[in-house]
């Protein structure tokens, strides 16, 4: 499990879609003054560097984030996103430049979380850690824990203020990873029911995304919105072709901001082969 490295991956169109909605999540929490809890439970190493040999080698933010980047065009519903990425890179872009940085998802909180709010990361991947930690020396209300982020999580609610985010986003590199993400959101519904849950996940399988879907619904959850884009259609070969996540008590306005990020990223992002869905898997 602690061979994966996400940092092959920084930027690709996956992270597109899961960055984009957080985003949108947490610029939603900041609009009031009481603070929050960030909880995340997969955190990586904060920031990646795209000039080192892992995001050379695949080189996969090319047809993620630097399209979108470049083209300047993106609906409003994507622009806060897109432009946290450009003022980190606002140097390279001046130059007329690849990108040279990415935010992870501790990258994109801690460009939100304020005084009164707090970030809790968890990472168990020994190179990962380090780099984590050392992204948030200074990032004051940051706690950073070698440790399992399912029970991380858990641990952690409900929170003080009864304001929260939890992004649970792990490798999938062991197929009881599908499942155990939905029990631990269950459980830490049980605990916190007024949270804001997202949980991501990678199409390489359709069967065990229908479990996941199949163990929501087998739950007493209620309010949970299900959004998925896929670059090419299933297959039964190995790799991943799609991307989604479900999305525990969404802000009331983002379904309509999908609406408007959805088409554009089948667009900018695929072929004719793509396809994008979103779903009110559950009812409020």
């Known amino acids: 499990m602690l061979s994966y490295r996400h940092a092959f991956h920084a930027g690709n169109f996956a992270d597109v879609l899961k960055h984009s909605v957080l985003t949108l999540v947490l610029e939603?929490?900041?609009?009031?003054?009481?603070?929050?809890?960030?909880?995340?439970?997969?955190?990586?190493?904060?920031?990646?560097?795209?000039?080192?040999?892992?995001a050379q080698k695949t080189g996969e933010?090319?047809?993620g984030i630097a399209k979108l980047i470049a083209k300047q065009d993106a609906p409003a519903a994507l622009q806060t996103y897109i432009k946290l990425v450009a003022q980190l890179n606002q140097q390279?872009?001046?130059?007329?430049?690849?990108?040279?940085?990415?935010?992870?998802?501790?990258?994109?909180?801690?460009?939100?979380?304020?005084?009164?709010?707090?970030a809790h990361m968890f990472e168990l991947?020994?190179?990962?850690?380090?780099?984590?930690?050392?992204?948030?020396?200074?990032?004051?209300?940051?706690?950073?824990?070698?440790?399992?982020?399912?029970?991380?999580?858990l641990s952690l609610l409900p929170p003080p203020s009864r304001r929260g985010v939890v992004l649970i986003d792990p490798p999938y590199e062991?197929?009881?990873d599908y499942l155990?993400?939905?029990?631990?959101?269950?459980?830490?519904?049980?605990?916190?029911?007024?949270?804001?849950?997202?949980?991501?996940?990678?199409?390489?399988?359709?069967e065990l995304v229908e479990q996941m879907q199949a163990a929501f619904m087998a739950s007493e959850l209620r309010n949970v919105l299900q959004v998925e884009y896929c670059q090419q259609a299933d297959t039964l070969t190995y790799g991943m072709t799609g991307t989604g996540l479900f999305i525990v008590n969404p802000p009331w306005q983002l379904k309509a901001q999908l609406t408007e990020i959805l088409p554009y990223l089948t667009t900018t992002l695929g072929s004719t082969a793509s396809q994008h869905t979103l779903t009110q898997l559950i009812e409020e």
Request: charged share 25%; with cysteine.
């Open 28 to 54: 939603y929490m900041t609009r009031k003054d009481k603070g929050f809890y960030y909880i995340d439970s997969h955190a990586g190493a904060g920031m990646y560097q795209l000039t080192d040999p892992y």
């Open 61 to 63: 933010y090319k047809a």
């Open 92 to 118: 390279a872009l001046a130059d007329k430049a690849d990108i040279t940085v990415y935010p992870g998802s501790p990258g994109i909180a801690r460009h939100f979380t304020r005084r009164q709010d707090s």
């Open 125 to 153: 991947h020994p190179s990962d850690i380090g780099y984590l930690t050392e992204f948030c020396q200074r990032w004051n209300k940051a706690h950073v824990k070698q440790a399992d982020g399912y029970q991380g999580v």
């Open 174 to 176: 062991l197929k009881e």
């Open 180 to 206: 155990k993400a939905v029990r631990t959101i269950v459980s830490g519904y049980k605990k916190f029911a007024t949270g804001t849950y997202i949980l991501w996940y990678p199409v390489v399988k359709r």
